[in-house]
């Protein structure tokens, strides 16, 4: 072969190169096609409804959010509960995260499982839990009454209290992970300077910890009040009358009222709440930052002896993480109890409530219809994920801005205004009765945390041994299955958790997706604990709470195994 022919090889390898280039970037194109006619479509149909009344176009609907008393408090109070719950994760996450940070590596393993097992749990579980612990023959009370603390049991639950400590427990381990990581890429020799020019804990604090660590507690705050606006379960379950926020309501004008331009007005107004806040995020911090691991240095913020301060924050830390893991604790041995009525700590000991949950027909049939429906969610998701964020990966980067935030919308939509809209589409097509409808609804949720999930592990993936394998004389399905795919499965893993549990804890698409026949076990649970309390909701928890700490452990593997390969490649 002759140097002259080498140029034009050169040429042809190009052509190539595009061609392929080109040809995967259309794996992007099902995933749009999905969110296009089961997210966007339905979504455009329902706000349509907003600017109708008795058939003429008009804005009249959005005039009575305003003009109807109910309705202008309903949205006083969501804003106004909302940011008041982000101010609670933040006050309360900042110990937390300052204590995983300053402890030795095996006490922040502890406490980082802490965060995230409750982050994990499904949020009907921990609100069940809740209920349980602040009842008002429940365990707090006893133990205040007791201790003669008070004389009478205090009303914890159907208030403002109750709505703020279950939505901050909820919603708390959203602030307290991205500041974790702002405290562990803190230089601590900063902190040091400091404490050697005589600089009190507060000052410390005011003037060097707060401001290195504003991006992080920032980016959380803004996640919280995204969530929060319109969160439906635990207001609904733990609120009273005065605690109703704009999710409750747009349920009980659709379930109650029939009134769906009211519906459709409020969910105007939420939706926009929602991607205000999204850009917001996606302006001060990227979008990208949802698909890339914490770049902290390691350090740890403290010296070996802590300031008086320090010891304060400390202790402040172990208090939140207790108030973490409590509800958790302390509902695994109520569920042993024999009683009519969940007690701590129980009269007598028992599995009354596991028999009756693994021997009911009804238990059993909505636990095996969320497992089916978790599995085909699952199996969806990965596909559609996969295929999108292989898709965006070979893109050119200014092409994948628009793409990668249409495909994280669907899960900052809070799920109402997706169920509802769904609802709207499916429900004339017959679609309910058979769970095809919330097959597509549970993918919309789960598939953008199998997409950032991917997109995180091709950003990890070296592009370098793609094209060694393919200058080999690979083709690239060989390469995709022998480098890639081995590179990338524990992402697959974790995407195809995130999916799995997305659906199995869903309960505010399967009140509106499925019916008396197909309904899911979180969908029973919330009947459980919305119209008597059955203590067989309490046993049906634990069970998945113990699922969920072995899912948890499981992952956790091999992410451990992944970093011991990598300190010994470096």
């Given amino acids: 072969m002759t140097t002259s022919s080498l140029p034009g090889l050169d040429a042809v390898e190009r052509e190539k190169k595009v061609r392929r280039f080109s040809r995967l970037t259309l794996l992007a194109l099902p995933l749009l096609l999905f969110l296009a006619l089961f997210f966007i479509w339905p979504i455009i149909g329902l706000l349509k409804q907003g600017f109708y009344s ?17 309705y202008r408090i309903v949205l006083q109070n969501t804003f106004v509960i909302a940011a008041v719950v982000t101010v609670s994760c933040i006050v309360m996450s900042y110990p937390l995260a300052y204590l995983m940070a300053s402890v030795k590596p095996a006490l922040s393993k502890l406490l980082f499982f802490a965060v995230l097992l409750p982050f994990w749990s499904s949020a009907l579980v921990r609100t069940s839990a809740w209920i349980a612990l602040l009842q008002q023959n429940g365990p707090l009370n006893t133990l205040l009454v007791t201790t003669r603390l008070i004389d009478q049991p205090v009303a914890f639950l159907y208030n403002f209290t109750g709505v703020l400590i279950g939505m901050t427990h909820v919603l708390m381990p959203f602030v307290v992970l ?119 240095k390691g350090n740890q913020i403290v010296t070996a002896r802590r300031t008086g301060g320090g010891r304060i924050s400390a202790l402040a830390g172990v208090l939140c993480a207790v108030f973490l893991l409590l509800p958790i604790v302390i509902v695994i041995p109520m569920s042993f109890g024999t009683g009519s009525f969940p007690t701590f700590p129980p009269a007598e000991y028992g599995i009354r409530w596991y028999r009756n949950f693994l021997g009911d027909p009804k238990w059993l049939a909505a636990l095996w219809q969320s497992l089916k429906i978790g599995a085909m969610v699952t199996l969806v998701s990965m596909l559609l994920g996969a295929t999108a964020a292989l898709g965006v990966y070979k893109m050119r980067p200014g092409r994948r801005s628009w793409l990668e935030t249409l495909y994280i919308i669907p899960m900052s939509v809070p799920a109402i205004i997706t169920a509802v809209a769904l609802y709207y589409l499916c ?79 869903d309960v505010v698409m399967a009140l509106f997706l499925t019916t008396l026949r197909n309904r899911t076990l979180p969908k029973l649970m919330y009947e459980g604990l919305s119209f008597d309390f059955d203590p067989t909701v309490i046993s049906a928890s634990c069970v998945l709470i113990a699922a969920t700490a072995l899912i948890l452990l499981a992952h956790s593997l091999p992410g451990r195994q992944g970093e011991k390969n990598a300190t010994t490649t470096r």
Avoid: C
């Fill in 178 to 296: 991205p500041l974790y990581s702002s405290f562990r890429s803190m230089d601590k020799s900063l902190i040091q300077a400091a404490q050697s020019l005589g600089a009190d804990s507060i000052g410390i604090f005011i003037r060097v910890i707060l401001p290195l660590t504003r991006p992080g507690v920032v980016a959380g705050a803004i996640i919280v009040f995204m969530n929060a606006v319109g969160y439906y379960i635990t207001p609904s379950l733990m609120g009273g009358p005065a605690q109703r926020m704009i999710a409750e309501l747009i349920s009980h004008n659709i379930s109650d009222e029939l009134n769906w331009g009211i519906a459709a007005a409020l969910a105007g107004v939420l939706l926009v709440t929602t991607l205000f806040a999204l850009w917001l995020f996606n302006r001060l911090f990227g979008l990208d930052k949802l698909m890339s691991g914490p770049s902290g």
């Fill in 427 to 505: 429900g004339p097509l017959g679609l309910i009765n058979n769970s095809v409808a919330l097959i597509i609804g549970h993918t919309v949720l789960a598939t953008p945390y199998v997409y950032i999930t991917l997109r995180a592990a091709l950003q990890a993936f070296d592009p370098s041994l793609e094209l060694a394998a393919l200058s080999l004389g690979a083709s690239w399905p060989q390469m995709f299955r022998r480098i890639m795919l081995p590179a990338l499965l524990p992402g697959l893993v974790g995407g195809a958790v995130f999916a799995f549990i997305t659906s199995f804890d």
């Fill in 54 to 70: 008795h058939g003429v176009l008009s804005v009249d609907n959005y005039r009575r959010l305003l003009d109807v008393p109910i």
